[in-house]
């Protein structure tokens, strides 16, 4: 129940109030759920504001921020963010891409944010993703054909402190559509 989280919160806020005490928000959700809404605005000085707490994530996340707004990544379904454990948030979203549509497969990613949580705040953000087997196959066929995307171009180091990501997605977009056209 998406709503069980907001109302166990009120509730908490409300007995604070009623005890003298300040009010208690769910921090780590709305937290959580304040990350997922600056990631997909594309808007990095946002997400870094957003992220705060979790710096040691942040030249990664950003960088992905920066290849989904490449990629044009388009948010198709977004449950709420769940507390799985006292220590871990995930936040699934569904997206559309231009890098699997690209390869036709008529398939949409989900994408899942998994926060670290500690004393009551998002310490650390990793990502997963359920991309198809034939994402993998067409980066390492675009990876044998043109290596020099990697090496000099726009996917120079790749998720590990490259400065041109959105350039990068942009890159691979148009590698997997040759991929995908090849005979």
Known sequence: MPNRHLAAG??????????????VAPAPL???????DSFYSFDSARLRAAMADAAQSMPQITYYQGWAEGGHY??????????????????????????????GTGYDVTDTFH????DGRIVKITTSSDDPPAMM????WLRAKNPEI???????????????PQDCARAVVKGFAE?????
Not at 10 to 23: D, E, K, N, Q, W
Not at 115 to 118: P, T
Not at 137 to 140: D, N, T, V, Y
Not at 150 to 164: E, M, Q, S, V
């Open 179 to 183: 991929y995908r056209a090849k005979p």
């Open 30 to 36: 709305g937290q959580a759920e304040s990350i997922i």
């Open 10 to 23: 009120f509730a908490a806020s409300l007995i604070a109030v009623c005890a003298g005490a300040a009010p």
């Open 137 to 140: 196959e067409a980066f390492k």
């Open 74 to 103: 388009k948010v198709l379904d977004r449950q709420p963010c769940r507390t799985v454990s006292a220590t871990e948030i995930r936040c699934s979203i569904k997206v559309r891409d231009d890098l699997i549509q690209a390869l």
């Open 150 to 164: 990697w090496t000099t171009g726009p996917c120079k180091d790749l998720f590990a402190g490259g400065l041109t």
């Open 115 to 118: 926060m670290a949580v500690a």
